[in-house]
């Protein structure tokens, strides 16, 4: 393989099955010369201008190919700090995949790997680890929050947050270093506990970021809400009634769900996924019972449980997980005038009344358990909650060793090592093998 700045990749950058346009893109500084022999405006082309033309080639077959539109971004000023051609054409996955097949033989061009187009973006100084990151997050965003999320990543919210507390660092240890380079001349040397309090800060603000990792995790695979209770109370109709479609069956037969199903709804532009489970009760049963321990599993698993019961079924007491916000609701409340006291919500699958209620009641929880980061900034990936707890034990042995009177080198050098954690959040220290893992992660084309 030639090394990255003598190669040009070529990629098909639309998602499969969309029809419509497709994008070809190219990168590298055989981008323009690839589509020369094709492309019946190569020499109009202007940087950032799209350019009409058609593409022909005996190689594309017999008389002209397709139409397109070419647009040239001549580098450094592209993506990846590359020339870049991207390549509009009609969407047919045959068109694509001809047209990509005809450039790979284009001298010093080759497919591009996953993430490529985006890893050569952060080679080249265009991006940091922490905005490429977003770029994927972005893609996968399944709703609002999440979008929202990755625009700010995006933008640089966690580049911006992470730059100031380095910059907080370098300051101490720039006050350090100077005092031990003049340690044999006399001059007044800070007291270390001078650093105590700028240190706190700086730790105080890595354990708010470390809070909003629980949130992060719910923005990438959202909220769980199982329906449990026991059999017969009516979770199947409930669940049914929240998603709008008659997806689980209901029968008059206590223990119809045997199996989990969940279904993902959008409540405050957060996903919701909820979960129908087996009812809970006593079965020797083979099937019901691998049913019963898989809805268990769903409680303990749950951001919010919604206990279901009716004037014909238990109430399942018992099984209530206490550090989980739960729901309890009163179905069937059309066959009975005595509904019991204290539940949440009282409701009839029958008629509809109170599922609004209910509706309300998720939204009211699912606002509750939004969190707005720290300036922002909401942690959503394992890889940064590992560098953020490293670095918050880095702080805690700074800490320590001022207040056991450590020496200056001693400080100066467990904070480099601090620095050093923080800095991989945006790439500046990250380590090869984390570079290729995180960049495989992405879609071949982006
Ligand atoms: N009258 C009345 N019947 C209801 C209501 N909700 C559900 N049912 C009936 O209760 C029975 C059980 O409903 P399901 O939704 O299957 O109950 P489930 O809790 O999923 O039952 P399992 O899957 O067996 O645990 C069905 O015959 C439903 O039509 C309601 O609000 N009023
Ligand atoms: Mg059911």
């Given at each position: 393989m030639l090394p990255f700045d003598q190669d040009t990749i070529a990629a098909i950058s639309t998602p499969p099955g969309t029809g419509g346009l497709a994008v070809i893109r190219l990168s590298g500084p055989r981008s323009l010369d690839a589509i020369r022999p094709l492309f019946s405006a190569t020499d109009k082309l202007e940087p950032r201008v799209a350019t009409f033309g058609k593409l022909t080639h005996t190689d594309l077959g017999v008389g002209d190919f397709d139409d397109c539109v070419v647009t040239f971004f001549k580098g450094p000023r592209s993506t990846t700090g590359e020339d870049v051609i991207e390549i509009s054409i009609h969407g047919g996955t045959y068109l694509q995949q001809k047209l990509l097949e005809v450039l790979l033989r284009a001298p010093g061009v080759r497919a591009a790997g996953a993430g490529e187009f985006t890893l050569r973006a952060f080679l080249r100084g265009k991006i940091d680890l922490s905005r490429a990151e977003a770029v994927a997050d972005l893609i996968h965003a399944k709703d609002e929050a999440a979008h929202k999320n990755a625009r700010h990543q995006l933008s640089g919210g966690l580049r911006n947050l992470v730059n100031k507390m380095s910059e907080d660092l370098i300051k101490i240890l720039t006050v350090i270093e100077a005092e031990l380079d003049f340690s044999d001349q006399e001059i007044e040397f800070t007291p270390p506990s001078a650093f105590t309090a700028p240190l706190q800060a700086l730790q105080a603000t890595t354990q708010s970021l470390l809070e909003t990792y629980f949130y992060g995790r719910r923005l990438e695979e959202g909220f769980r809400v199982p329906l449990a209770g026991a059999p017969n109370s009516g979770k199947s109709s409930l669940f049914n009634l929240l998603l709008g479609q008659e997806r689980a069956i209901v029968t008059a037969q206590p223990g119809t769900t045997r199996d989990t199903i969940e279904k993902t709804i959008i409540v405050a532009g957060h996903s919701v996924v909820l979960v129908d489970t087996a009812g809970l009760c006593e079965t020797r049963e083979e099937a019901e019972s691998s049913g019963v321990d898989r809805s268990k599993d769903e409680i303990e698993l749950a951001d919010l449980i919604i206990w279901v019961q009716a004037p014909d079924t238990n109430d399942i007491?018992?099984?209530?997980?206490?550090?989980i916000p739960q729901i309890t609701v009163y179905n069937k409340i059309d066959l009975t005038p005595t509904p019991p006291k204290n539940k949440d919500i009282y409701l009839s699958c029958l008629t509809g009344e109170g599922v609004d209620t209910l509706k309300e009641a998720i939204y009211s929880h699912v606002i509750n358990m939004k969190n707005t980061g720290v300036q922002g900034v909401i942690l959503n990936s394992e890889r940064h909650r590992d560098i953020f707890n490293r670095f918050d034990t880095q702080l805690s042995g700074c800490l320590s060793a001022i207040n056991n009177a450590f020496g200056p080198e001693y400080i100066a050098s467990d904070l480099r090592l601090a620095l050093d954690v923080l800095g991989e959040i945006t790439g500046k220290t990250t380590p090869d093998d984390i570079l290729n893992q995180i960049f495989s992660g992405f879609c071949v084309g982006k």
């Amino acid at each position: 393989m030639l090394p990255f700045d003598q190669d040009t990749i070529a990629a098909i950058s639309t998602p499969p099955g969309t029809g419509g346009l497709a994008v070809i893109r190219l990168s590298g500084p055989r981008s323009l010369d690839a589509i020369r022999p094709l492309f019946s405006a190569t020499d109009k082309l202007e940087p950032r201008v799209a350019t009409f033309g058609k593409l022909t080639h005996t190689d594309l077959g017999v008389g002209d190919f397709d139409d397109c539109v070419v647009t040239f971004f001549k580098g450094p000023r592209s993506t990846t700090g590359e020339d870049v051609i991207e390549i509009s054409i009609h969407g047919g996955t045959y068109l694509q995949q001809k047209l990509l097949e005809v450039l790979l033989r284009a001298p010093g061009v080759r497919a591009a790997g996953a993430g490529e187009f985006t890893l050569r973006a952060f080679l080249r100084g265009k991006i940091d680890l922490s905005r490429a990151e977003a770029v994927a997050d972005l893609i996968h965003a399944k709703d609002e929050a999440a979008h929202k999320n990755a625009r700010h990543q995006l933008s640089g919210g966690l580049r911006n947050l992470v730059n100031k507390m380095s910059e907080d660092l370098i300051k101490i240890l720039t006050v350090i270093e100077a005092e031990l380079d003049f340690s044999d001349q006399e001059i007044e040397f800070t007291p270390p506990s001078a650093f105590t309090a700028p240190l706190q800060a700086l730790q105080a603000t890595t354990q708010s970021l470390l809070e909003t990792y629980f949130y992060g995790r719910r923005l990438e695979e959202g909220f769980r809400v199982p329906l449990a209770g026991a059999p017969n109370s009516g979770k199947s109709s409930l669940f049914n009634l929240l998603l709008g479609q008659e997806r689980a069956i209901v029968t008059a037969q206590p223990g119809t769900t045997r199996d989990t199903i969940e279904k993902t709804i959008i409540v405050a532009g957060h996903s919701v996924v909820l979960v129908d489970t087996a009812g809970l009760c006593e079965t020797r049963e083979e099937a019901e019972s691998s049913g019963v321990d898989r809805s268990k599993d769903e409680i303990e698993l749950a951001d919010l449980i919604i206990w279901v019961q009716a004037p014909d079924t238990n109430d399942i007491k018992s099984l209530k997980t206490i550090n989980i916000p739960q729901i309890t609701v009163y179905n069937k409340i059309d066959l009975t005038p005595t509904p019991p006291k204290n539940k949440d919500i009282y409701l009839s699958c029958l008629t509809g009344e109170g599922v609004d209620t209910l509706k309300e009641a998720i939204y009211s929880h699912v606002i509750n358990m939004k969190n707005t980061g720290v300036q922002g900034v909401i942690l959503n990936s394992e890889r940064h909650r590992d560098i953020f707890n490293r670095f918050d034990t880095q702080l805690s042995g700074c800490l320590s060793a001022i207040n056991n009177a450590f020496g200056p080198e001693y400080i100066a050098s467990d904070l480099r090592l601090a620095l050093d954690v923080l800095g991989e959040i945006t790439g500046k220290t990250t380590p090869d093998d984390i570079l290729n893992q995180i960049f495989s992660g992405f879609c071949v084309g982006k």
